[in-house]
């Protein structure tokens, strides 16, 4: 079973940046897949952003050009770096691992812009 943690959410003004991370209680060495989603109140969960095989790298239209995913194999730890937040990303933020079949899912943490 793996776990994931997730950190670094909060309360941001407009136009600021949060930095948020998944740390997994399993190296990620033969990690097939990972990704960020979000979920906002009374809709559905989409995805935010992911690295899939071969580090290719995938971002939601909504997140190009603020986000960024990034992830340090050493520390089993996913980010994702967020800028110039609108109060539209508001929502709880998951990360999801995927190792060959299976998929894990961490707890969620809230991000929230408003001023």
């Known amino acids: 079973q793996v776990q994931l943690v997730e950190s670094g959410g909060g309360v941001v003004q407009p136009g600021g940046s949060l930095r948020l991370s998944c740390a997994a209680t399993?190296?990620?060495?033969?990690?097939?897949?990972e990704a960020w989603y979000r979920q906002a109140p009374g809709r559905v969960r989409e995805l935010v952003a992911a690295?899939?095989?071969?580090?290719?790298?995938n971002y939601a239209d909504a997140v190009k050009g603020r986000f960024t995913i990034s992830r340090d194999i050493a520390k089993n730890t996913l980010y994702l770096q967020m800028s110039a937040l609108k109060p539209e990303d508001t929502a709880v933020y998951f990360c999801h691992f995927h190792y060959g079949p299976n998929g894990y899912w961490g707890q969620g943490t809230q991000v929230t812009v408003s001023s």
């Open positions: 690295i899939t095989p071969g580090d290719n790298i």
């Open positions: 399993r190296n990620m060495f033969d990690i097939y897949s």
